[in-house]
């Protein structure tokens, strides 16, 4: 099993267990792991929310470094656990291929950027620093002409944007996203939310079409039955990065 055939196997799972076992939590004031006290009834087909894996994630995140009892609970952290640092070893593989797609590459390290955490004990200058990398990635981004209902390939002069303002942007793009990639493998990527690795590392499995053949086909049987063609849905219409 490949790298990115083992994390989306642990992403399916762990949807499962919060789809069952409804959003985790730690019991108030320790790190101790647990689910849901009442878990709310749904239909085993209803995916958990972005709320709720977000949460469930972020719990799992405050936990796994604190020793837990035994029990389910304790058993599903290792799942947890398990999608964490297959999702790290998966986004070190896709950048290490080379040349990513700009905008995809920009878009996935600004999603990890909002998910970074300072310590407290962090200097304000550096974060202060690593503020103005987001924010110029960012600026960068919304010029790129996909915004404006241009395809992502066709890279045109409008009267809003110009050669050399294209031409900066994509520098900026290039620069700050791997200035602020430095700083998430600098921190061996602790400070950054597991949710927004776990998000990233999923569009672009999609984004750059890394998804296993097996689970593409189940992907065009599933459009065929409902009338419609993967192949030939507009990469445009993806959904971006959602966070709650």
């Known amino acids: 099993m490949t790298s990115i055939e083992c994390f989306l196997h642990l992403l399916n799972q762990v949807r499962a267990l919060i789809r069952r076992y409804g959003t985790y939590t730690t019991l108030s004031d320790t790190t101790v792991f647990q689910r849901a006290c009442a878990?709310?009834?749904?239909?085993?087909?209803?995916?958990?929310?972005?709320?709720?894996?977000?949460?469930?994630?972020?719990?799992?995140?405050?936990?796994i470094n604190s020793t837990q009892p035994d029990g389910t609970a304790n058993d599903d952290l290792r799942f947890f656990g398990n999608l964490w640092e297959t999702t790290i070893t998966v986004l070190e593989e896709i950048l290490a291929c080379g040349s990513l797609p700009q905008e995809a590459f920009g878009w996935g390290v600004f999603a990890l950027s909002?998910?970074?955490?300072?310590?407290?004990?962090?200097?304000?200058?550096?974060?202060?620093?690593?503020?103005?990398h987001k924010y110029r990635l960012h600026t960068a981004l919304k010029m790129m002409p996909s915004l404006n209902g241009e395809?992502?390939?066709?890279?045109?002069?409008?009267?809003?944007?110009?050669?050399?303002?294209?031409?900066?942007a994509r520098r900026d793009i290039y620069t700050m996203g791997h200035?602020?990639?430095?700083?998430?493998?600098?921190?061996?990527?602790?400070?950054?939310?597991?949710?927004?690795?776990?998000?990233?590392?999923?569009?672009?499995?999609?984004?750059?079409?890394?998804?296993?053949?097996?689970?593409?086909?189940?992907?065009?049987?599933?459009?065929?039955?409902?009338?419609?063609?993967?192949s030939e849905q507009d990469p445009e219409k993806r959904p971006v990065f959602s966070f709650p």
Do not use: C
């Open 114 to 132: 909002t998910g970074y955490m300072h310590l407290p004990s962090r200097n304000l200058i550096d974060q202060n620093i690593f503020n103005n």
């Open 179 to 230: 200035i602020l990639l430095s700083k998430f493998r600098q921190d061996q990527w602790k400070s950054v939310r597991w949710y927004h690795a776990v998000a990233v590392a999923e569009k672009w499995i999609q984004a750059f079409g890394l998804i296993p053949e097996k689970k593409a086909d189940k992907a065009e049987e599933r459009a065929s039955s409902e009338g419609k063609n993967v």
């Open 151 to 168: 395809r992502r390939s066709e890279y045109v002069v409008t009267s809003r944007t110009s050669t050399a303002a294209l031409v900066r």
């Open 39 to 63: 878990p709310r009834l749904r239909s085993s087909t209803t995916e958990p929310s972005v709320t709720e894996v977000f949460l469930s994630l972020g719990a799992a995140q405050d936990s």
